[in-house]
């Protein structure tokens, strides 16, 4: 069974500042994908990465495959960045995702 | 709108009582989960079909819970004698299946709330 950890679980910042989650996982994976969910429920797909760094406008994911662990930057923080960021991982051979607790992120004005 | 739907978005039902969702995954898709999700918690797998085959069952999936997907397209998820811990948001998410792995996408949830 992988276990992912991620951290902060509660991050408050404000506005312009440079926010990094970070996750964790313990057992060698196939990809991993952060994930956007805002109040109401709905997620949203971030980044699906196996290797390397990809970014997508402020948004930048990086992974580190022998070290098991992945970060999500924010740069340019703004208000609407406000959401819980969720990592996940498929397993080698799997299909299903197993999830990360969330972090909450908060970007005051 | 050509996204994963479910229904309904919100569902309060008496402790006892069963209820059922339904999730209508992207047209294309052949591949269908179903996740859930508890308040500050990540979500957890319940199950997974490929077309109309339900491929994987998580221990979660007690013996109350009963999925479908009778022709390959939506899914339903159906809890029987509801109880309080059953309270969370149901995901449902699709995606392709082929030679190489492609990402899920999800739906909006539904959340349950049991009294």
């Known amino acids: 069974k992988n276990e992912v950890e991620q951290s902060p679980q509660n991050l408050t910042a404000q506005e312009g500042e440079f926010i990094t989650i970070n996750c964790s996982y313990s057992?060698?994976?196939?990809?991993l994908h952060w994930l956007q969910q805002h109040p109401g429920g709905g997620i949203v797909s971030l980044f699906m990465l196996s290797s390397g760094k990809k970014k997508h406008g402020r948004l930048i994911a990086t992974i580190n495959i022998q070290e098991k662990h992945s970060s999500l930057h924010i740069t340019a923080s703004h208000p609407r960045d406000s959401a819980v960021y969720i990592c996940a991982v498929r397993n080698q051979g799997a299909q299903k995702l197993v999830f990360g607790q969330g972090t909450r992120l908060t970007i005051n004005p | 709108d050509t996204g994963v739907s479910q229904d309904p978005r919100h569902k309060i039902t008496k402790r006892g009582q069963n209820v059922t969702f339904r999730c209508d995954p992207i047209s294309e898709h052949n591949r269908l989960y179903w996740y859930r999700q508890t308040l500050g918690q990540g979500p957890e797998f319940l199950t997974y079909?490929?077309?109309?085959?339900?491929?994987?069952k998580s221990r979660l999936l007690s013996d109350r819970f009963s999925a479908e997907r009778p022709k390959g397209s939506f899914s339903t998820l159906e809890i029987q004698r509801t109880e309080q811990g059953d309270s969370a948001m149901y995901l449902c998410?699709?995606?392709?299946?082929?030679?190489?792995?492609?990402?899920?996408?999800f739906g909006p949830g539904t959340r349950l709330t049991v009294t």
């Open positions: 079909f490929q077309n109309e085959a339900q491929l994987e």
């Open positions: 998410a699709s995606s392709f299946s082929g030679g190489t792995y492609y990402e899920q996408y």
């Open positions: 057992v060698g994976i196939s990809a």
